[in-house]
């Protein structure tokens, strides 16, 4: 499964050293926030090279970072297809409510539940407390992040794109 070849790939990068991994994968993070969805092409080495450049990150890092952020699209596009397919049951319609144009992930108006409900934690609120009565209980922060509307080891770059294409697919 992509999502466990995934978290073996950022399970490598920590047991290599895990100081190095947590300076890493902390500068990658603060990297991927800086970065817009709608510029950013992960495969494009010069792009990299210049924001490791502005941001003084050395560039014999960009094969790890490239590394690094494929793991971190498996991981949050399993988790964005976990979300709409939630979605899918709740409210069929829900993607007739999402402007593509505007979703960020990282903001609480701008995300998907935010498009959706009017903010983040309007949606999560109402779609969590709406679960099959019965169902195991798990803290509601828990539920966000396995549903991929919150980072939960994925950058919310990655979750951009992916929920992108969970959008895509349900034109």
Same mark, same amino acid.
């Given at each position: 499964m992509a999502v466990d070849e995934a978290k073996h790939t950022i399970e490598r990068?920590?047991?290599?050293?895990?100081?190095?991994?947590n300076s890493k994968h902390e500068e990658f993070f603060d990297l991927a926030a800086e970065l817009?969805?709608? !510029?950013?092409?992960? !495969?494009? !080495?010069g792009q990299i090279r210049d924001v490791f450049m502005y941001h003084g990150v050395e560039t014999e890092y960009i094969a790890d970072f490239k590394e690094w952020f494929a793991a971190q699209q498996k991981i949050a596009a399993y988790l964005a297809s976990m979300g709409a397919k939630y979605l899918d049951d709740y409210m069929p319609d829900w993607r007739d409510r999402v402007n593509e144009e505007y979703l960020s992930? $990282?903001?609480?108006?701008?995300?998907?539940? =935010?498009?959706? +409900? =009017?903010?983040?934690e309007a949606g999560i609120n109402q779609i969590?407390?709406?679960?099959?009565? =019965? $169902?195991?209980?798990?803290?509601?922060?828990? +539920?966000?992040?396995?549903?991929? +509307?919150?980072?939960? =080891? $994925?950058?919310?770059?990655?979750?951009?794109?992916?929920?992108? !294409?969970?959008?895509?697919r349900r034109r």
């Open positions: 990068f920590k047991n290599e050293n895990i100081n190095e991994y817009d969805s709608e !510029d950013f092409d992960p !495969d494009d !080495d992930m $990282a903001s609480g108006q701008s995300c998907i539940l =935010g498009q959706v +409900f =009017g903010d983040y969590y407390r709406a679960r099959e009565e =019965g $169902a195991e209980y798990i803290p509601i922060t828990d +539920f966000s992040k396995e549903h991929g +509307f919150i980072d939960n =080891g $994925a950058c919310y770059l990655a979750l951009d794109y992916a929920w992108q !294409d969970e959008l895509r």
